[in-house]
């Protein structure tokens, strides 16, 4: 996991933050051993920004990965996923282990599970 997350660090330099400065890498392992990594990309119209995490697992998705062992999420100060991201990580990659960082490399392990108690997933829409 240190590759994961080391890729979530250095994809937070690509990020595009203008409006709030908040720059945010995340980088998923694929089934197969790949990392593909994603930054958040910030619109002025603020609900069009895209996470990170989105980001990365929709790069993944597009390149034809559907199986995921872990996600990293890098930001300055630790800061965890967003609702949205939450759901979207479950939808796609279902419990798997997440670990948030920050700029000293502090690291806080925990799941998709831990974080989205509850879950709304496609086994309520039958």
């Known amino acids: ?11 937070r330099s690509f990020a595009l933050a203008p409006y709030s400065g908040y720059t945010v890498g995340a980088s998923v392992l694929t089934e197969d051993g790949t990392i593909v990594g994603g930054c958040n990309v910030e619109s002025s119209s603020y609900s069009l920004t895209c996470c990170a995490e989105r980001v990365a697992l929709f790069r993944a998705i597009s390149q034809g990965h559907r199986s995921f062992k872990g996600l990293a999420v890098a930001t300055e100060n630790g800061g965890s996923l967003c609702g949205a991201c939450r759901q979207v990580v479950w939808d796609l990659c279902g419990d798997i ?17 831990e974080l989205l108690p509850g879950a709304f997933d496609q086994s309520m829409l039958k």
Not at 1 to 11: D, T
Not at 97 to 113: C, L, R, V, Y
């Open 1 to 11: 996991m240190k590759k994961l997350i080391e890729h979530a660090q250095e994809m």
């Open 97 to 113: 282990p997440i670990f948030i960082t920050d700029k000293n490399g502090k690291i806080d392990e925990t799941t998709s599970a």
